[in-house]
């Protein structure tokens, strides 16, 4: 019998349609796509929600991007944006004296024009103190907005004149909020905004101003990022790219973790997908070995066999996974509202990249988890016809194993495209099932021991004899569900303990207030001023003002970098300070704290990667005109996203002792007492207070956007668990029919039978049940300690909880599952020999 490749490809259509039509297909192809629906529907939700997390992030910026410059903006910049169908706004900023009649105050000047901010809204108020509203446009030409702050300095009041160079302009409202501030707020001037037409009359534009001149840039992704790739290679010096990957660390921080918990859920659905899919494959293997014996017989090569068998299952793996993307798209399409809803938020239009990872996710299920069977299924030898015990020899399948494995972190990495996390999910799956493995195999054994010493439950007796009689059965059948339960479970601590866990990172008094300038002279006056309003602050911290210029005795410039953030750090002064001891939002990940005794410096980890600075490494600081020279003794990781006073470099006080020095600390000021910064401000004009509020603000909107979304997640994934369950169960229902026939046969009732089997079902969940639980836990924990990076208590009700479903779930499953296996006539359950 010589077919050539084509008639095995069209034989393998036939026996797909043919499988089908006979239910042989019916629990692998149901597993398949119910597993890519839940996989894209978690794409899809995922990939709009996290668009949308993005695009409210970008608020923080004012756009998609800024681009920023010392000198006016070239005009072919905002000319391609406006041909790449982007939206661009252009403001300008620099300090000026601005002032009443009578006294004169130092501003940071802000000149906006019409569209202003394109991401995000201005918050303005009536009065200091005022609840903020959005405002409708830019101030109109005349009209002032101006910081609370400087009306206090000034002592004027909404509707009186300040004088900006030339220009009298009239104070119309208070700022309360500017979404794209900067992420530099050290000695920042109190705000003055003013519309771009007025800037003329104000006669402040001339030879050696400091003008800041930014364009923002939004539009959708594609023109976004088109633009971008175009403007990046003609950046001149001094002209510098922000995104969101460049704003503030606290945002950037936060909106990472919100997607790695997003990311988080869409791999546990692929993990649940991964095992529905090989549990059906092996019920499909084992119904099919006599017919592939009989066609070994008739001459059909294993190439043959394979190119058939692979034919089907690709053809199954097309056809389930556009079933089952379609079938998303259409969940995600109708829950679109409701979500939107929840985030107060217009979602983003779908992508097609949840199609493509659907569709790769059908291929990589169906074809990797089945390769170990297909493998032993090609190679059933003709004598299967006569001898049915034939097993393929386990050394032989490692090879098919490796490969899914390697297929699953494949498909993981690329779903989440973070390493790590991948690492943990897959390295935590392999090792939960092997452990599973050999702890259902010891209790196997336990079981065998304990059944020769039972003799008064003849039903215990039974179903003891039945797990240990179907030992490497008994074990699959244990791992499955403890996967299975693990992977619900796992779930289950994302949505509270996890979220719980990131959400005490941000406690209700997280620090929202910085002051900062304050003088050696104000150190105790300020503290206790703050002892006598209530309010617990943080220990004033030192700041010196130095730049970079040496690094290991090599003079270093922008010029020596290709990176835009690394030109823009050693073009820039840095924040320094020093400090006793290690702030208790910072982690040491190399070397030791500084020596007080010699002059070292600890750096924060992302700055060190940039500059690419090394432990040991020195650095020479120029600061007020004099040399500094420092050893790097430790790299520090920060939580940016706990609002402490927190710095880049850390010195040793040793090496900054003589050094012009303020102070800078930060506390949680209610609401209640907003008049207390006003007051503070009247009696301490050289402060520059810093409202981090509506960022902190923001920090929370990404969580609680978080929470809804992976509660709405779970839905999808629990129902991908529940066909993990019925394949649990269905792989062993031809066995358990053949032995139910057997026992019947030698006169056992169906009574004795059904309560064997019931017991036989608790023993499994009780224990799948506890498996899961400490593989759960496990799993969290390593989650929130190497890739959330957060504390993690761990909780006691996964142990009752696991037990409780691994019970229900085997009693429920097995009866659905198994429902007509002591149903089925005696005889002809004999005649099928598995």
């Known amino acids: 019998m010589h077919l ?66 010392g000198e006016p903006l070239p005009a072919p910049f905002i000319e391609r944006a406006a041909q790449q169908g982007l939206t661009t706004a252009r403001t300008m900023q620099f300090p000026s004296m601005a002032g009443s009649a009578d006294s004169s105050q130092l501003v940071s000047l802000k000149a906006v024009e019409h569209g202003y901010p394109l991401r995000g809204r201005v918050k303005v108020a009536a009065a200091p103190g005022g609840d ?78 400091r003008v800041r001149y930014t364009l923002l840039v939004a539009g959708t992704a594609e023109a976004v990022n088109a633009y971008k790739s175009w403007l990046t290679p003609r950046l001149q010096r001094g002209q510098e790219l922000s995104s ?12 990472k973790r919100a997607q790695q918990f997003l990311v988080l859920v869409a791999l546990l659905a692929v993990m649940i997908a991964a095992v529905a899919v090989a549990l059906a494959t092996r019920r499909f293997t084992l119904r099919h070995r006599d017919g592939i014996a009989v066609m070994r017989c008739l001459g059909v090569t294993r190439r043959q066999l394979g190119l058939m068998l692979w034919s089907e299952f690709f053809l199954l793996a097309l056809l389930a996974g556009a079933v089952g993307v379609a079938a998303a798209y259409g969940v995600q399409h109708a829950l679109a509202a409701a979500v ?67 297929a699953f972190y494949g498909l993981a990495w690329w779903i989440s495209a973070d390493a790590r996390l991948s690492l943990v999910i897959c390295g935590g799956f392999l090792a939960a099932l092997g452990a599973f493995a050999l702890l259902a195999w010891l209790m196997v054994q336990l079981l065998d021991a304990a059944r020769r010493v039972i003799a008064a439950q003849p039903a215990l007796r039974f179903a003891l004899a039945g797990l240990v009689r179907r030992k490497a059965l008994t074990i699959t059948q244990i791992s499955a569900l403890s996967i299975g339960l693990m992977v619900l479970l796992l779930l289950a601590l994302v949505r509270t303990d996890l979220l719980a866990g990131w959400r005490d990172t941000l406690p209700p008094d997280s620090p929202n207030t910085f002051l900062i300038n304050i003088q050696p002279d104000q150190r105790q006056a300020m503290q206790a001023r703050l002892a006598a309003a209530g309010l617990s602050s943080q220990p004033l911290a030192p700041m010196v003002r130095g730049r970079l210029v040496a690094i290991n005795g090599k003079a270093i ?69 004099q040399a500094t020279t420092v050893a790097v003794s430790s790299l520090r990781e920060v939580k940016w996203d706990s609002f402490d006073v927190n710095f880049f470099a850390v010195m040793s006080p040793r090496a900054l002792e003589g050094a012009p020095t303020t102070f800078i600390t930060s506390f949680h000021l209610p609401a209640d007492k907003i008049a207390f910064k006003q007051q503070l401000v009247h009696d301490f004009p050289n402060l520059t207070v810093f409202d981090v509020g509506a960022i902190l603000a923001q920090v929370k909107n990404i969580l609680d956007q978080v929470i809804g979304a992976v509660q709405l997640l779970f839905l999808f994934t629990v129902a991908a668990g529940l066909i993990v369950l019925a394949a649990a169960f269905s792989s062993t229902r031809d066995e358990r029919t053949h032995e139910a026939a057997v026992l019947r046969v030698l006169g056992a009732g169906s009574s004795l039978l059904s309560t064997s089997l019931r017991m036989e079902m608790i023993l499994i969940g009780a224990l799948s049940g506890l498996l899961a639980a400490g593989g759960a836990l496990a799993v969290a924990s390593v989650l929130a300690d190497r890739v959330f990076e957060f504390s993690f208590s761990l909780p006691w009700w996964p142990w009752p909880v696991g037990a409780f479903l691994g019970i229900a779930a085997a009693c429920v499953g097995g009866s659905l599952a198994l429902r007509n296996v002591l149903k089925a006539p005696p005889l002809a359950s004999l005649r099928e020999v598995v």
């Open 4 to 69: 050539s490749g084509l008639s095995y490809f069209f034989n393998g259509v036939r026996a797909l349609l043919r499988d089908a039509r006979s239910g042989e297909l019916r629990l692998l192809a149901l597993a398949l796509i119910i597993a890519v629906a839940a996989v894209s529907s978690v794409g899809f939700i995922t990939d709009r929600v996290g668009r949308a997390l993005e695009r409210n992030s970008a608020q923080m910026l004012g756009g998609d991007l800024a681009l920023n410059s």
């Open 132 to 209: 903020g509203e959005p405002a409708p446009d830019v101030p109109r030409r005349g009209g002032v907005w101006v910081d609370a702050q400087v009306l206090a300095l000034l002592g004027l009041h909404v509707g009186d004149t300040l004088h900006v160079g030339d220009a009298a302009m009239k104070i119309e409202r208070v700022i309360v909020f500017e979404p794209d501030r900067g992420v530099q707020f050290v000695n920042v001037a109190p705000r003055a905004m003013i519309n771009m037409d007025d800037l003329p009359a104000t006669g402040l534009l001339g030879p050696g101003s």
């Open 244 to 255: 969101l990957d460049s704003a503030r660390p606290e945002i950037t921080g936060s909106l």
């Open 340 to 406: 939107a809803a929840w985030f107060d938020t217009v979602l983003p239009a779908a992508s097609w990249r949840p199609v493509y990872q659907g569709m790769a996710t059908s291929l990589v299920l169906l074809l990797g988890f089945s390769l170990p069977a297909l493998m032993a299924l090609r190679n059933v030898p003709p004598s299967r016809v006569l001898r049915r015990e034939y097993a393929l020899p386990r050394r032989h399948r490692w090879p098919a194993y490796a490969i899914a494995a390697a």
């Open 557 to 625: 410039s922008g010029d020596a970098y290709s990176d835009e953030r690394a030109q823009r750090l050693v073009e820039r002064e840095f924040n320094l300070s020093y400090l006793d001891a290690l702030p208790s939002s910072n982690t040491i990940i190399a070397g030791r704290w500084i020596d007080p005794a010699n002059d070292e410096v600890s750096l924060e980890d992302g700055l060190a990667k940039t500059l690419k600075i090394k432990l040991g490494d020195t650095l020479t600081f120029d600061i007020a005109g």
